[in-house]
């Protein structure tokens, strides 16, 4: 029923931006931090951001600071990330997730992943 949907991905040259959405669904979006997380091949998951369920608090990994800003519109149960400054390490899955309990038990949902590729 959790749903995640991600978009916004696509190709760019270094310096450019992208702004990525994800579309939530099957769960009370407001109550609830979000994630931005991203991968490459042969790479580990890294997280990339995050945002408090009403958006006022917002943290960052240090390959990202000032160059990415996450937000989100609870009316439309959207989380974003814009992406500026792009540089070629930034190319990887982009991935929306969300984590909370059931039954005591920590859960975790992903959406399906955007593609970034930064190249020139």
């Known amino acids: 029923q959790v749903r995640l949907v991600e978009s916004g991905g696509g190709l760019a040259q270094p310096g450019e931006s992208l702004r990525l959405s994800c579309v939530a669904s099957?769960?009370?979006?407001?109550?609830?931090?979000m994630r931005w997380y991203r991968q490459a091949p042969g790479k580990e998951r890294e997280l990339v951001a995050t945002?408090?369920?009403?958006?006022?608090?917002?943290s960052y990994a240090d390959s990202v600071k000032g160059r990415f800003i996450v937000s989100r519109d609870n009316a439309e149960n959207t989380v974003y990330l814009q992406l500026d400054s792009l540089k070629p390490e930034d190319t990887a899955v982009y991935y929306c997730n969300v984590e909370f309990y059931l039954r005591t038990y920590l859960q975790e949902y992903w959406g399906r992943g955007t593609q970034v590729t930064v190249s020139s």
């Open positions: 945002i408090d369920k009403t958006g006022s608090s917002t």
């Open positions: 099957g769960f009370d979006f407001k109550h609830f931090a």
